[in-house]
Every structure is written in structure tokens, then in C-alpha cells.
């Protein structure tokens, strides 16, 4: 009968397994020490949300200072400075050709 475990054979391979066992638990429990709660995942993700939010609409207001400059700049400098040198321009170019 050299297949049959002795009585100290099957309490080692037990107790082995037993140990494994108590290891498997324990890592479970660390890794579900590391998961983060639902609720807390769902507030860290509306504050997220709500953050990317925020900061769509600063950017689409400084898009729009942005073109408002740019309107201003055409409409107040370069417009008038137009006015002022296509007369002059007008004046030395007829002024050559006589």
C-alpha cells in the first residue's frame, strides 16, 4: 500500500494547504482595501466633470475676448491708419506720374 498517505503526511499536505488558503485570503483583502468606494469614485467624478465644465466655458470666453480684440484692433487702428496713409499714397503716386 505504498499509495496511501500516512496520517503525518495528509496533516503536513493539509495544514499546507491551509496556509495557502490563509495567504489567498489575506492578499483579497488587501487588494480589496486598495479599491476605492463607489461613492467616492462617483463624487471624485462629478467634481471632475463639473471641473472640465468650468473649463470649457472659461476657454470658449477667451476665445471670444480674443476675437473682440481683434475686431477692436482692426476697427480702431487699422482701419484709420488705412484712411490716413491711402490718401497720401494716392497723392505721391498721382504726384509721380506728373
Do not use: C, F, N
Not at 32 to 53: C, E, N, P, S, T
Not at 66 to 95: D, E, F, K
Amino acid at each position: 500500500m505504498p499509495d496511501e498517505l500516512t496520517l503525518g503526511e495528509l496533516a503536513r499536505r493539509l495544514d499546507d494547504r491551509t496556509g495557502d488558503i490563509r495567504d489567498d485570503i489575506r492578499g483579497l483583502s488587501e487588494e480589496m482595501g486598495k479599491k476605492v468606494d463607489q461613492k467616492l469614485y462617483d463624487i471624485r467624478h462629478d467634481a471632475l466633470a463639473a471641473r472640465v465644465a468650468t473649463l470649457e466655458t472659461l476657454r470658449e470666453k477667451d476665445a471670444e475676448k480674443l476675437v473682440a480684440t481683434r475686431r477692436w484692433l482692426i476697427g480702431a487702428v487699422i482701419v484709420p491708419l488705412v484712411g490716413i496713409l491711402l490718401p497720401v499714397i494716392i497723392l505721391l503716386w498721382q504726384g509721380a506720374g506728373s
